[in-house]
């Protein structure tokens, strides 16, 4: 499992005391892999973790960000070009503080996009050792599809989680070929619990707003798993999660948290025998 580093955890909003006591106390619990990204949290969520990081003995952790997006006068901007990719990993070493970024991800490339002027740009990065790893963060399958078939790329991050089982096809052909799977948005970002449920800070309001707003279609289909938060042995967030662990074709799940019981409550499910008769019931809803 992975910290994701975004959103409401890396906005000023959000005190950055207790956003760096979460990085560290996912450390001390075990977690090695953590995923920002450039233009994450109005741009703020790169240097607040390579702030969290500072110190820290980053040598057996896995630190993973994203270029081709970045936040620059109140607005995301979008550039793909092999220079700019070249500039925002230089840029990601030296907010983050690092001397090697572990895994470097295309955020939301297209597949035109994907060129041998681009992909010579990322074997560049890795040639120079600016990067170990090279990958493709993308909700669009034809995308991911299209990267599964590219050498230099070691890594893609796909959106999998109870409401995507259509993504597993896709996660197994990526295995099949020596790709890294990242599962991304694995808690479904929290659609499976009414809004009224989640609403306990103003954070949360954020969030349900977002959600409104960009995945009113994934909220909907979340009403058929409230059953997931009523597993006696088991909350909906870990149900959620295990499913997506259950994969042997993921090679880890990135979720996102800015509560210390959510992080203690995810990680658990390492390592947890998951429930069949609770696999039996999600299938059901998928079909």
């Known amino acids: 499992m992975g910290l994701g580093c975004a959103s409401w955890w890396g906005k000023r909003a959000f005190d950055e005391r207790q956003a ?26 790169e240097p607040r973790l390579g702030r969290a990081l500072k110190g820290r003995d980053t040598s057996d952790l896995i630190i993973a960000t994203k270029a ?6 109140g607005r995301i901007v979008r550039d793909m070009s092999s220079a700019a990719i070249t500039s925002s990993a230089e840029a990601s070493l ?3 503080r690092l001397d090697r970024i572990d895994i470097l991800q295309l955020h939301g490339p297209s597949a035109a996009e994907l060129n041998d002027d681009l992909l010579a740009a990322l ?20 995308v991911i599809e299209h990267a ?9 991050m796909v959106d ?78 870990q149900a959620a999660l295990g499913f997506v662990l259950e994969n042997p074709d993921v090679s880890a799940a990135v979720f996102g948290t800015t509560r210390f019981e959510h992080l203690r409550e995810n990680l658990k499910v390492s390592g947890l ?9 999600i299938r059901a809803a998928q079909m």
Do not use: C
Not at 126 to 141: E, H, I, L, Q
Not at 148 to 156: A, C, E, K, R, T
Not at 273 to 281: G, I, L
């Open 20 to 45: 760096v006591a979460l990085v560290h106390e996912a450390m001390a619990r075990g977690v090695t892999l953590f995923d920002t990204g450039a233009a994450y949290s109005d741009g703020e969520a």
């Open 68 to 73: 081709g997006t970045r936040f620059e006068r």
């Open 94 to 96: 030296r907010r983050l």
């Open 123 to 142: 074997n560049d990065l890795k040639a120079r050792g600016w990067a170990r790893a090279v990958g493709v963060n993308s909700f669009d399958p034809a």
């Open 148 to 156: 599964i078939g590219l050498g230099p790329i070691d890594v893609v």
């Open 160 to 237: 999998y989680n109870v409401l995507r089982p259509e993504r597993e096809p896709l996660i197994a052909k990526a295995r099949a070929a020596g790709k890294g799977v990242l599962a991304g948005m694995p808690l479904a970002m929290g659609h499976t619990r009414p809004i009224s449920a989640r609403l306990k800070a103003p954070r949360d309001l954020w969030y349900a707003a977002r959600g409104l707003a960009r995945h009113s279609e994934e909220m909907r289909l979340g009403a058929r798993f409230r059953f997931l938060h009523e597993q006696g042995d088991l909350t909906g967030a």
């Open 273 to 281: 025998v998951y429930p069949s008769a609770v696999m039996a019931q």
